[in-house]
């Protein structure tokens, strides 16, 4: 296994307000590295969505299937997400620049730091994605355990192939395969799908026991 801590200290600087105070908006889902891996993270929203609809087929006391996007970017995820059926989405990110994208998509999001300050203002849903974030923040342990207090569902994606020699400037983490299996199983979850989309690995994991479905 294969866990690597990339930075001194407690608090990552690529991980504060003030690192991303000025950066330029990024269109993931234009750009030909990072589409393939957002269309993956949608399919395994989809497929959350569904079994929560068979866990309680046809009952009125389903309650629709609400999604949060913790650092949702400029809502290219969000965008896909959110013409899914029963299928309410919303996201989180503290970049100003994203603010354009996300009126621009049309897709609903709140500039917040929830890994920061503002954790305790966060709505999570019955599935949390995490894409391309658990790398940049300074305790993705916490933060995962931290989801599974709240969600049924997690949706997560980080790059595969990084080490204390070769990463993203960016990055404050890096796992190989087992090294993120195991990030998310610390959490409380069990791993259902685990894909490699080019550089990226993308996770859909649940945690067991949650059907969130209301008695009648």
Excluded at 60 to 77: A, E, T, W
Excluded at 158 to 167: A, C, D, I, K, Q
């Amino acid at each position: 296994m294969a866990e690597y801590k990339l930075f001194d200290g407690d608090t990552p600087y690529v991980s504060t307000a003030a690192f991303h105070q000025h950066r330029e908006r990024a269109p993931h889902l234009e750009q030909g590295v990072h589409q393939p891996r957002l269309y993956k993270a949608a399919e395994y929203v989809k497929r959350a969505y569904l079994q929560h609809v068979r866990d309680c087929p046809g009952s009125r006391n389903c309650v629709p299937h609400p999604i949060s996007d913790l650092g949702c970017g400029d809502g290219g995820l969000l965008s896909l997400i959110a013409v899914e059926g029963r299928i309410e989405a919303w996201g989180y990110d503290f970049q100003p620049s994203n603010r354009a994208g996300w009126d621009q998509r049309g897709v609903q999001a709140e500039l917040l730091d929830v890994f920061g300050g503002d954790r305790g203002r966060a709505v999570l849903g019955l599935t949390t994605v995490t894409t391309e974030v658990l790398e940049h923040v300074a305790d993705p342990h916490g933060v995962v355990r931290w989801i599974g207090e709240h969600s049924r569902y997690l949706v997560a994606s980080s790059p595969w192939n990084e080490t204390p020699e070769s990463h993203d400037e960016c990055h404050a983490w890096a796992w190989d395969q087992v090294g993120y299996r195991a990030l998310i199983e610390q959490g409380g979850f069990k791993i259902l799908r685990h894909e490699t989309v080019g550089q990226f690995q993308v996770v859909l994991a649940e945690r067991e026991g949650v059907t969130g479905c209301v008695s009648s």
